[in-house]
């Protein structure tokens, strides 16, 4: 396994090279609004080495379940990529500004934020309509009436099981995702060197 970018065999970092260049597959140029994040962006650095989660195990870990794809910056982008493919991107852009929302902590703020949400999101033909029943969407229009961090909560979850039953399995399934997949698998069993490497040199 690679350790640390310094100890890395040349070897493996043409493989986490080449691995990212192909994560390139997946990641459209998106611009989202604040609420729902940069979920557009794939971060690389050393930082996932050195907290032991390097990219090869963050890919393969996206396939072990459907909350660590979520937990996983570079997961979001590439399952975002994905849906967006299928034109079916609102639901985790809800899912996204919905934990957003659950972080703010202004009364004044939570109330403002949840509006757009419902308007952009909930109400039947918002823009970004996501795909729940009636009476979901109409207990969520009666939970804005008094503003609390879990109004939305159970749109939320709908959304989300609605996505890791129907649109996950198909994203792990997809040519791409397989590819990129079988690279971070080959990459994770590439032998460490016997003693650490010099630090490359351009």
């Known amino acids: 396994m690679c350790r640390t970018l310094a100890a890395f065999p040349t070897t493996c ?11 390139g597959i997946f990641l459209h140029k998106s611009e989202l609004g604040s609420d729902t994040g940069s979920v557009g962006k794939f ?4 930082k996932h080495s050195k907290e032991g989660r390097n990219f090869s195990e963050d890919v393969l870990g996206w396939k072990e379940s459907f ?3 979520l937990s996983s910056k570079n997961g979001v982008a590439a399952f975002h990529a994905f849906l967006k ?3 079916s991107e609102e639901n985790l852009e809800f899912w996204l500004a919905c934990e ?5 902590r202004s009364a004044t703020k939570l109330a403002s934020r949840a509006h757009k949400i419902f308007e952009e999101f909930i109400r039947s033909e918002a823009p970004k309509e996501v795909n729940i029943d009636h009476e979901t969407r109409e207990l969520t229009r009666v939970n804005l009436q008094a503003v609390t961090a879990t109004c939305f909560d159970v749109a939320q979850g709908k959304t989300r099981t609605l996505m890791e039953k129907d649109s996950y399995p198909r994203f792990l399934k997809s040519p791409a995702y397989r590819d990129l997949a079988a690279q971070a698998a080959a990459a994770s069993a590439s032998p460490a060197s016997g003693s650490p490497a010099e630090p490359l040199h351009t």
């Open 13 to 23: 970092l043409e493989r986490a090279k080449e691995l990212k260049t192909r994560l």
């Open 43 to 46: 971060e690389w650095s050393s």
């Open 67 to 69: 909350d660590l794809l």
């Open 85 to 87: 493919t299928e034109f």
């Open 100 to 104: 957003e929302f659950k972080k703010l």
